[in-house]
């Protein structure tokens, strides 16, 4: 797929074309005290204000998403009072939540002071977690709520080896189910068996190839559920359990149409040549794209010719490239900061809607079974983000008029 006339797109990526050809492996909180009407006077500790700093800005790559997602103006994540009628239906008297008054500090010694009485606000520390809270209960309030009138694909693809498309398959299949309780399917559509099988949870004695055997006996969910391997996100994985036969576009076509009929979501972990049948079938039954890439020239280059190739062929191809979303990840090898800021201009140059940045996490590169829980808090943070811009994508893109 390397286009030689592509070479000149970045000094900086070098042997980038030529590398393209190889191939690597896939990688609680305590109630505040009564204020006392005239509190002592005690002299506070030298640094502390009354209200926190500022937060420091940062990069965002992604239109920050609405506070008012999160049912809260300021972003702050307090709890906002409930109507007087809710709290009889629990048990209690009629009245009101309390809300969390965000001027005030909760965490640490300048929350224990806050409690005493003492006008003290949050501190750096305090500000940045309840902005990662803000912005957390946001996105999965995104993907909760998105609904449709049918089920919704999402084609997980880059030509280059390597690239991470097995993880964020399974990462982004296992993010939707958690949030939304279940009815999530992840599936293997490369053309021989994949890694989706080895890196998904579970053994299970039946798998995809066995399912494009049986496939016209599939009438019920409780069948479809003998192919699956079961995830603790909610997913379910439909892999390779061994060898099978290559998977045709006909076999890809017939099984999407039965896992529609039982799950409201379908991911599909593809595989490296976008030329097969397989891959062409799998891009006719998807509704967004989504482009894995490492900071490295041969995989942000085969991207490119990914989408350029998708909207030469015009139709749906071409609405999957023009509404496309990559994740960039790492896998702990040193990076060259002027690479990484070279692929985000080429993304973003080639027309790609969003760049979540995955920030490096141990448990990813073990390259064994992936196991959503074990996850660094930062880590499934930035994949609920990219649910959210899956689902709002689908949200624009996907008719909800019956």
Do not use: C
């Not at 709520?145 to 084609?155: E, G």
């Not at 045709?248 to 149409?257: E, H, K, M, P, Q």
């Amino acid at each position: 797929m390397s286009d030689p006339s592509r070479g000149n797109d970045s000094e900086v990526f070098g042997g980038a074309a030529r590398a393209s050809q190889y191939i690597e492996e896939e990688t609680i909180s305590t109630p505040p005290r009564a204020v006392p009407t005239e509190p002592a006077m005690v002299e506070l500790p030298a640094g502390l204000a009354a209200a926190g700093p500022e937060p420091v800005p940062e990069v965002v790559h992604v239109p920050p998403v609405s506070a008012a997602l999160a049912g809260d103006e300021l972003g702050t994540g307090a709890a906002r009072a409930t109507p007087d009628s809710a709290s009889v239906l629990f048990g209690g008297a009629a009245g009101t939540i309390p809300v969390e008054d965000p001027a005030k500090a909760t965490m640490g010694f300048r929350g224990t002071l806050a409690r005493m009485g003492f006008p003290v606000g949050p501190g750096p520390e305090e500000v940045e977690t309840r902005r990662r809270d803000a912005a957390r209960a946001a996105a999965e309030t995104t993907v909760r709520q998105a609904t449709w009138t049918r089920a919704v694909s999402i084609l997980v693809n880059n030509p280059k080896g390597g690239t991470g498309k097995t993880p964020t398959s399974l990462l982004l299949g296992g993010v939707l189910a958690s949030i939304r309780g279940g009815s999530t399917a992840i599936m293997e559509v490369s053309d021989d068996p994949g890694a989706l099988g080895y890196r998904a949870e579970g053994n299970p004695s039946l798998g995809l190839g066995e399912l494009v055997r049986d496939i016209s006996q599939i009438t019920t969910a409780g069948r479809l559920h003998g192919y699956t391997a079961p995830q603790t996100s909610f997913a379910d994985v439909i892999g390779s359990t061994g060898r099978r036969e290559r998977l045709t576009g006909d076999a890809v076509v017939a099984v999407s149409a039965v896992i529609d009929e039982f799950y409201g979501i379908r991911v599909m972990d593809s595989g490296n040549v976008t030329t097969s049948a397989a891959f062409q079938a799998a891009v006719s039954v998807s509704d967004v794209l989504v482009i894995p890439v490492m900071n490295a020239g041969d995989s942000v280059l085969e991207a490119i010719q990914l989408l350029e190739e998708l909207r030469a062929a015009g139709g749906q191809p071409k609405r999957l490239a023009d509404n496309a979303i990559a994740v960039r990840l790492t896998d702990g090898r040193p990076e060259n900061a002027a690479v990484s800021a070279e692929v985000e201009r080429l993304l973003f140059d080639a027309g790609v809607a969003s760049l979540h940045e995955i920030p490096y996490d141990a448990h990813i590169a073990e390259r064994q079974q992936i196991t959503l829980a074990k996850l660094t808090p930062a880590t499934r943070d930035a994949f609920v983000a990219v649910a959210a811009a899956v689902v709002t994508s689908l949200k624009s893109t996907v008719s909800t008029a019956h």
